[in-house]
């Protein structure tokens, strides 16, 4: 049997009810897209863009006004469909009177799974997302990142087949994202397939396989990283310490106390300017190969739409 | 084919169990409800004193006033407990989470429900046990009390699902209100029979009509009297009272399920 697409949304367009119910604000309109079983796929945009409209419909807790979502070929009203994926809201907030042992063994009896298997699959998943520590604890005593950490134990509790993730690095410390992104590498490994969204651009560079732009609802980039981006550097930056020889004086991008940042457009005029410093007393404290970066390409999207 | 396809969610009933365990676990962990708990106790207690200032009447007062503070005290929680704790879930968003797993709507509104009653069934084996014990110590009969307090039980069952139906669309403030009035006009159907015989054909005699039969006849599941003066009751009454009173809860939990499931979660 072919593997279908484990998510396929095909038109979806979603609004709301405008300030004092006046009109309507489309948030999402007319979304297509199809992400296959292991993929890695980011859901990038500006604040606003519709990417949680995108994903509240996704796993059902928003009636689309037209199109569809299917996962696993089902829709997400579908409970066989839902006991297959996970999900992390935005900002996420549990039970406070509970223990974070007490809330996933919560989410574990709505899984059907046993007492036995609870324990296990709790203890486990607590040790995974790195929570061994704060087991006692009421959850109104969570910090902001051991929240985010249990968001993310109930999200693979179950072990699903598909992982969805509202901005799971949002708030998080550099120790937290790196922790978050090799988790969602570890689950590709294990043959998930994780959606997840991000106005944060550097957090998907460095894991998507693939990756859609949104900007006012709509779809505007869809595609393989790799070709999205340029990979040849399209220009370099050379910070240099002190008098910058001529004729490079005149390409002076910034300067900041005795450092300078001077631009050049390709490889052989970077050698010669650094062969000239060489020479002279300056002497060069980096080179910056500069690639077209998935941010320039989300600033001209963005810059397109206004 | 895959292992994963065998997967199957809980069983529908085990779903239902774990959200009204739950939902019980946030009542029992929460300070509001031992607030009431313990207002009703000393209440109950203070039954004692004021018999004391008639001759003669003190059971009848304790019974009196004893019952009265079970059922107003136990609405006290129907209201603010069943708003809050359906509210609560909504507004801090910790439904996202719920509802993602495989749990169908209805079941959200069923465990809720069933929580939000084995709370009311606590509060009132705790008020009732306090009562009964004071009769007990004062050498007055009990008779009446248990049937009385089931009733309470059953009414406050009823304004329950009405707290759930109306926090399933209005914010809490409007639901709380809203359950409130039910549980007042619920009480006072039988003045719409009179209204309407003072009032000329018209508008007036069919809003009458409409709100003796929509609104639940609170005064039917109302035994208080006949416990306290030990008047018997009809043949059958109540079990009709109490088919009466689960068949419209079950009816306006419909509703809420119907609500929820057609909601948008925002
Ligand atoms: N419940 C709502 N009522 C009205 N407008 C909403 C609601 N939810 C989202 N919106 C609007 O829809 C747009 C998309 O929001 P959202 O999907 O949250 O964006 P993102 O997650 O990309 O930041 C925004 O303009 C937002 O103001
Ligand atoms: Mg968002």
Redesign the pocket.
């Given at each position: 049997m072919a593997e279908s697409a484990v998510i396929e949304i095909s038109g979806l367009v979603?609004s709301?009810?405008?300030?004092l119910g006046l009109g309507r604000?489309?948030?999402?309109s007319g979304l297509d897209l199809s992400v296959g079983r292991g993929e890695i796929f980011g859901l990038l945009?500006?604040?606003?863009?519709?990417?949680?409209?995108?994903?509240?419909a996704m796993i059902g807790l928003l009636r689309p006004d037209a199109g569809s979502v299917r996962l696993f070929g089902r829709p997400p009203s579908d409970v066989s469909a839902r006991a297959r994926i996970g999900f992390l809201p935005?900002n996420p907030y549990f039970y406070d009177y509970l223990t974070a042992p007490e809330f996933l063994d919560f989410y574990g009896r709505l899984h059907g799974f046993g007492r036995a298997e609870r324990r296990r699959r709790v203890e486990a998943t607590l040790e995974r997302v790195g929570l061994d520590a704060g087991r006692s604890q009421a959850l109104r005593k969570f910090s902001k990142g051991m929240v985010q950490r249990l968001g993310l134990a109930q999200a693979i509790l179950h072990d699903p087949d598909l992982v969805i993730l509202?901005?799971p690095m949002s708030g998080l410390d550099p120790i937290g994202r790196r922790e978050v992104r090799d988790l969602i590498l570890e689950l590709r490994e294990a043959g998930k397939t994780v959606f997840f969204?991000s106005?944060i651009l550097q957090d998907a560079e460095l894991i998507c396989d693939r990756v859609g732009i949104?900007v006012e609802?709509r779809l505007r980039h869809l595609g393989v990283l790799d070709q999205m981006v340029r990979s040849k550097p399209r220009w370099f930056e050379v910070a240099v310490r002190g008098q910058v020889p001529s004729p490079w004086d005149r390409e002076v991008a910034s300067a900041s106390g005795e450092k300078v940042m001077v631009k050049v457009p390709d490889v052989a005029e970077l050698g010669r300017l650094l062969a000239a410093v060489a020479e002279s007393p300056a002497e060069v404290v980096s080179v910056w190969p500069r690639r077209e970066s998935l941010e320039d390409l989300f600033m001209k999207e963005v810059a397109r739409e206004r | 084919m895959n292992a994963e396809n065998n997967r199957r969610p809980a069983h529908f009933g085990a779903a239902v169990a774990a959200i009204g365990l739950n939902t019980f676990r946030e009542a029992v962990r929460d300070r509001v409800m031992y607030l009431i708990l313990v207002f009703a106790l000393i209440l109950i207690l203070v039954s004692r004193l004021l018999s004391m200032l008639t001759v003669g009447e003190e059971g009848r007062i304790i019974k009196d006033v004893g019952l009265s503070a079970i059922s107003i005290f136990g609405v006290l929680t129907a209201v603010f407990v069943g708003v809050s704790l359906v509210f609560k879930e909504i507004e801090k968003r910790t439904i996202y989470t719920l509802l993602a797993n495989p749990v169908q709507r209805w079941q959200f509104v069923a465990g809720k429900y069933a929580g939000l009653l084995l709370v009311l069934v606590m509060n009132v084996l705790v008020m009732t046990g306090m009562l009964l014990l004071i009769l007990v110590v004062r050498g007055e009969s009990m008779t009446g009390i248990p049937v009385a307090a089931l009733m309470i039980f059953v009414e406050l069952a009823l304004v329950t699902a009405f707290a759930l139906l109306f926090s399933s669309f209005a914010n809490p403030i409007l639901a709380a209100v809203g359950t409130a009035a039910v549980y007042v006009t619920g009480h006072l159907t039988w003045s719409f029979e009179l209204l309407k015989a003072r009032l000329p054909e018209g508008v007036g005699r069919t809003l009458c009509d409409v709100l003796y039969w929509a609104l639940p006849n609170l005064g039917y599941l109302n035994v208080k009297s006949q416990a306290v003066h030990g008047g018997a009751l009809p043949d059958g009454y109540l079990l009709s009272a109490l088919l009466y009173g689960s068949g419209y809860a079950l009816a306006v939990l419909t509703v809420a399920c119907i609500v929820f499931e057609r909601r948008?979660f925002?």
């Amino acid at each position: 049997m072919a593997e279908s697409a484990v998510i396929e949304i095909s038109g979806l367009v979603k609004s709301f009810k405008g300030h004092l119910g006046l009109g309507r604000k489309v948030a999402v309109s007319g979304l297509d897209l199809s992400v296959g079983r292991g993929e890695i796929f980011g859901l990038l945009g500006p604040n606003g863009a519709g990417k949680t409209t995108t994903l509240k419909a996704m796993i059902g807790l928003l009636r689309p006004d037209a199109g569809s979502v299917r996962l696993f070929g089902r829709p997400p009203s579908d409970v066989s469909a839902r006991a297959r994926i996970g999900f992390l809201p935005e900002n996420p907030y549990f039970y406070d009177y509970l223990t974070a042992p007490e809330f996933l063994d919560f989410y574990g009896r709505l899984h059907g799974f046993g007492r036995a298997e609870r324990r296990r699959r709790v203890e486990a998943t607590l040790e995974r997302v790195g929570l061994d520590a704060g087991r006692s604890q009421a959850l109104r005593k969570f910090s902001k990142g051991m929240v985010q950490r249990l968001g993310l134990a109930q999200a693979i509790l179950h072990d699903p087949d598909l992982v969805i993730l509202d901005e799971p690095m949002s708030g998080l410390d550099p120790i937290g994202r790196r922790e978050v992104r090799d988790l969602i590498l570890e689950l590709r490994e294990a043959g998930k397939t994780v959606f997840f969204s991000s106005h944060i651009l550097q957090d998907a560079e460095l894991i998507c396989d693939r990756v859609g732009i949104v900007v006012e609802g709509r779809l505007r980039h869809l595609g393989v990283l790799d070709q999205m981006v340029r990979s040849k550097p399209r220009w370099f930056e050379v910070a240099v310490r002190g008098q910058v020889p001529s004729p490079w004086d005149r390409e002076v991008a910034s300067a900041s106390g005795e450092k300078v940042m001077v631009k050049v457009p390709d490889v052989a005029e970077l050698g010669r300017l650094l062969a000239a410093v060489a020479e002279s007393p300056a002497e060069v404290v980096s080179v910056w190969p500069r690639r077209e970066s998935l941010e320039d390409l989300f600033m001209k999207e963005v810059a397109r739409e206004r | 084919m895959n292992a994963e396809n065998n997967r199957r969610p809980a069983h529908f009933g085990a779903a239902v169990a774990a959200i009204g365990l739950n939902t019980f676990r946030e009542a029992v962990r929460d300070r509001v409800m031992y607030l009431i708990l313990v207002f009703a106790l000393i209440l109950i207690l203070v039954s004692r004193l004021l018999s004391m200032l008639t001759v003669g009447e003190e059971g009848r007062i304790i019974k009196d006033v004893g019952l009265s503070a079970i059922s107003i005290f136990g609405v006290l929680t129907a209201v603010f407990v069943g708003v809050s704790l359906v509210f609560k879930e909504i507004e801090k968003r910790t439904i996202y989470t719920l509802l993602a797993n495989p749990v169908q709507r209805w079941q959200f509104v069923a465990g809720k429900y069933a929580g939000l009653l084995l709370v009311l069934v606590m509060n009132v084996l705790v008020m009732t046990g306090m009562l009964l014990l004071i009769l007990v110590v004062r050498g007055e009969s009990m008779t009446g009390i248990p049937v009385a307090a089931l009733m309470i039980f059953v009414e406050l069952a009823l304004v329950t699902a009405f707290a759930l139906l109306f926090s399933s669309f209005a914010n809490p403030i409007l639901a709380a209100v809203g359950t409130a009035a039910v549980y007042v006009t619920g009480h006072l159907t039988w003045s719409f029979e009179l209204l309407k015989a003072r009032l000329p054909e018209g508008v007036g005699r069919t809003l009458c009509d409409v709100l003796y039969w929509a609104l639940p006849n609170l005064g039917y599941l109302n035994v208080k009297s006949q416990a306290v003066h030990g008047g018997a009751l009809p043949d059958g009454y109540l079990l009709s009272a109490l088919l009466y009173g689960s068949g419209y809860a079950l009816a306006v939990l419909t509703v809420a399920c119907i609500v929820f499931e057609r909601r948008d979660f925002n």
